[in-house]
């Protein structure tokens, strides 16, 4: 291929526009070349697309892919865990890169809030050469220093796409707001985040987990992926009534720790009272500014509350979630929580899916 397609983001609630762009005919050191297969559509795309968050346009959208090397920098020839990489290898990658060097990634040990970071499908515009830096492509070039991870045969790529940025997204939340064996768990909102959530929480030993969300076949997919109870949003849509269901799901006192992962503000100051006194609320949500919300931070001090944030991940949790969905059930559920598969050129149509919630995980397949 001398040239490849791509669905460009050009401005904020327009469609995107497609583009042919030069593949690269040679590449650096350290760089790799990759045929895209299937690419993730994911929530954060909905909010580049609204506009929710500063990022140089035109760009190509897209930050869960797996595809197939093409070619190979000089000194490319072993992945993120030491396994020796070739061309045809299906592999994936972590999203992001970050400098090593800055305040946040060295005294601090936070890469995820490096001042330098860069994630693929959202701050390279498509103006600049290589131009190719987003999955909504037929071909995307990788940077030296990309985390790279080849595939085992055994997982099959809409396993790992099913669970998505979510996956890795929530292995490091709850890395930070560990949940202990015996914990009562509530998560706020079925899409892919909580979905990962409710996965990443069965499997660290919650005792009881209870989803609350929507729409209908999202809450089917949550009682799927083992949720004990479930709760829809437009059948209870009380916050008292929603309250005293969670309550009498978890005990009297509150859940042990509530996650939130809806993305909407006003969530926030409903999940802090469902949580018990002494509890943990986990924000995992909020990724774009969608907004403020009035907040009495008295409910904090008077619950003895534990309130923490979390922001993307870093390539051990791409290491983890692949052994996670490799070694257990999960790569079957999370490969069956894919409903919709588009087309490149529906890229579009795969977009306002996911923005009308109307299934759970949408990809973009490349044939």
């Known amino acids: 291929m001398t040239t490849a397609r791509a669905a460009v983001l050009v401005a904020p609630h327009q469609p995107l526009e497609f583009h042919e762009y030069p593949v690269p005919d040679a590449l650096a050191p350290g760089e790799l070349l990759i045929r895209v297969e299937m690419a993730g559509i994911c929530g954060t795309d909905v909010h580049l ?8 346009l035109p760009v190509i959208l897209g930050h869960e892919t797996v595809g197939r090397i093409a070619a190979l920098g000089e000194g490319v020839e072993r992945d993120w865990r030491g396994g020796p990489l070739a061309v045809g290898d299906r592999v994936t990658w972590a999203s992001s890169i970050v400098c ?20 693929y499908g959202i701050s390279y515009p498509a103006t600049q ?3 190719l830096r987003g999955g909504y492509a037929e071909m995307i070039a990788l940077r030296a220093g990309t985390a790279v991870f080849k595939l085992p045969d055994t997982l099959a790529p809409e396993a790992l796409l099913g669970g998505g940025c979510a996956l890795t997204t929530a292995l490091h939340g709850l890395e930070r707001a560990p949940v202990q064996p015996g914990d009562t768990v509530v998560i706020q909102g079925s899409g892919p985040v909580g ?3 409710l996965a990443v929480a ?12 929507g729409p209908p076949h999202r809450l089917r997919i949550a009682r799927d992926f083992g949720a004990d109870a479930v709760i829809d949003i437009d059948e209870v849509s009380s916050l008292e009534a929603r309250r005293e269901l969670v309550f009498a799901a978890v005990g009297p006192f509150g859940a042990d720790c509530v996650i939130e992962c809806v993305g909407h503000p006003a969530a926030v100051n409903e999940g802090i009272l469902l949580a018990r006194d002494g509890g943990q609320y986990l924000v995992l949500g909020q990724y774009a500014d969608a907004g403020n919300i009035a907040f009495n931070p008295h409910t904090i001090t008077r619950k003895q509350l534990r309130v923490i944030g979390s922001w993307g991940f870093e390539p051990r949790h791409v290491s983890a979630a692949i052994d996670l969905l490799e070694r257990t059930d999960w790569k079957h559920r999370f490969a069956g929580g894919i409903t919709h598969r588009f087309p490149l050129a529906q890229a579009n149509e795969a977009l306002m899916c996911v923005r009308d919630c109307l299934g759970g995980k949408t990809v973009l397949v490349n044939s």
């Not at 697309?49 to 140089?56: Q, R, S």
């Open 202 to 213: 069965r499997e660290a030993g919650a005792s009881r987990t209870v989803m609350i969300g």
């Open 195 to 197: 979905l990962a959530a």
């Open 100 to 119: 090593g060097e800055c305040y946040y990634c060295q005294t601090k040990r936070q890469p995820t809030r490096c001042v330098s970071r860069k994630a």
């Open 49 to 56: 697309w609204k506009g929710e968050l500063p990022i140089p």
């Open 129 to 131: 050469a290589p131009h």
